[in-house]
């Protein structure tokens, strides 16, 4: 009797793999301006070999790029660079970290809840979906988590303290706290509001929830005491006046208008980066290759190329971050001029892709959660430049976000208060302006500007 047959194939297949060069720089990239200054100060305090340059100061000349030329890498105030003391108060990454490590879990869950809880915002929400977060973790450290291990871990940060951090949204956060509380008929009932009548509890349609639930309106009004006593934001007191700071904007360019002519500039408080001295001379020191300096060499040596690398993985991020910035203003120079969101013209991240020659991956990264200051004093978010969305295709209009809401507000600040408008009467209005747009993407950019609905927004 024959044994199984064995057979061995070959398959060629082709994977690109970034390089750790190349992953820093993605990484550098994808910071916003405050992230940005935090994590040159985290390099200039790890690595003795990087220092700030005394003398940053470098003529311009005809041979220096425009966007070299005009980068000015300080910050507006000019001031001398400062090392601000660190804020002392407990942040929540650091409280909800705490927790993980005092939990039974495997090694595997435990990092990947360090990670999601990475991912809170401020209020200690989790804007973006597991998928996503893998796929950056995937992307950026070459770490593949299966997708029930995230899970396991997002369920492990939804109970840590305070109550209601890991949620997706308000609704979300709400449920988390009230099912932490003690079972009573008034929890209960504020569970069952919030699962099936949000929308008519938002909106104090009381008369649903009553003949919904068909409870009486005594519970009602217990229950809707008990949810307003839960807090929205459970993440937010921790951190002290860091966390406060960083719900301020810190723009990330800033774009002046010099008689005429637009200038642009990225917004970071740190002058130019170099080696020390020291480092520099000891790289070619015949000394460090004596058999007794071999590990002073390899430390040595360690440093040279980190902080040459972090160095030129930060010029390249403020060219990039030039280039892009400057192709969006030259697509928009009316609107950087006036001021005039009518002068916006459409633009998506292939045509700016077209003009810089970079990568739409590396457009998207450059433009994601960053803001530009404007010429009269408004900072404004890159991607809110960036539209797709088409108007009356007879009258040849592509609008851009920022007209449509524009429009939307208008047609609101104009309205009869005593009978406002719904999102149906704005889309009529619309149509009336030439906008074909459905009651749907009405609704969309009204809650996108936190306009109430009609109702709410009612006058006696």
């Not at 030329?69 to 407990?90: I, K, L, M, Q, V």
């Not at 929308?199 to 003949?211: L, V, W």
Request: overall charge negative; proline content about 4%.
């Amino acid at each position: 009797m024959a044994g199984p047959k064995v057979t061995t194939e070959l398959q060629q297949t082709q994977r690109m793999r970034l390089s750790q060069q190349q992953l820093r720089f993605v990484r550098l990239l994808e910071l916003n301006a405050r992230e940005f200054d935090e994590a040159v100060e985290a390099e200039l305090e790890a690595n003795p070999a990087l220092k700030v340059d005394e003398d940053e100061h470098t003529p311009d000349s005809d041979e220096t790029p425009y966007y070299l030329r005009r980068a000015n890498n300080y910050s507006h105030d000019d001031n001398d660079y400062d090392f601000t003391a660190p804020d002392e108060s407990e942040s929540l990454y650091d409280h909800l970290t705490a927790q993980i490590g005092q939990l039974r879990l495997s090694p595997q869950v435990a990092e990947m809840a360090r990670y999601i809880v990475g991912n809170l915002d401020n209020n200690g929400r989790l804007q973006r979906g597991l998928n996503n977060i893998l796929d950056d973790l995937a992307i950026n450290t070459g770490v593949e988590v299966p997708y029930d291990v995230a899970a396991e871990a997002l369920e492990v940060v939804r109970g840590l303290d305070p109550a209601g951090v890991g949620a997706v949204d308000l609704r979300d956060s709400l449920l988390i706290q009230l099912r932490a509380l003690p079972q009573s008929r008034e929890r209960d009932d504020a569970i069952a509001i919030l699962t099936d009548y949000f929308d008519a509890y938002i909106n104090k349609h009381s008369h649903k929830i009553i003949s919904g639930l068909k409870i009486s309106p005594e519970r009602v009004s217990a229950a809707g005491a008990l949810i307003r006593s839960l807090n929205p934001k459970p993440g937010a007191a921790y951190g002290g006046e860091r966390e406060t700071a960083a719900s301020v904007i810190y723009p990330d360019f800033r774009v002046s208008n010099d008689d005429g002519e637009l200038v642009i500039s990225v917004n970071n408080r740190f002058p130019e980066l170099t080696i020390e001295q020291s480092y520099q001379s000891a790289v070619n020191d015949p000394a460090l290759r004596k058999r007794d300096a071999r590990r002073d060499k390899a430390f040595t040596i360690s440093g040279y190329n980190n902080a040459r690398d972090f160095i030129e993985n930060v010029r390249q991020r403020q060219k990039t971050l030039l280039a892009v910035m400057t192709a969006i203003v030259r697509m928009q120079h009316e609107y950087f001029e006036t001021g005039d969101v009518y002068k916006l013209k459409p633009m998506m991240i292939k045509d700016i892709s077209a003009i810089t020659g970079l990568d739409l991956s590396v457009i998207s990264r450059a433009t994601n959660n960053k803001y530009v200051e404007t010429p009269w004093g408004a900072v404004r978010p890159l991607r809110e430049f960036f539209s797709n969305v088409k108007g009356d295709e007879q009258l040849g209009e592509t609008l851009t976000n920022r007209q449509i809401e524009a429009e939307i507000e208008a047609i609101i600040r104009d309205e009869d208060k005593r009978h406002p408008l719904s999102d149906a009467g704005i889309c009529e209005e619309m149509q009336k302006r030439g906008y074909t747009l459905s009651r749907r993407t009405i609704a969309k950019y009204r809650d996108a500007k936190r306009i109430p609905v009609a109702r709410l927004r009612k006058e006696m």
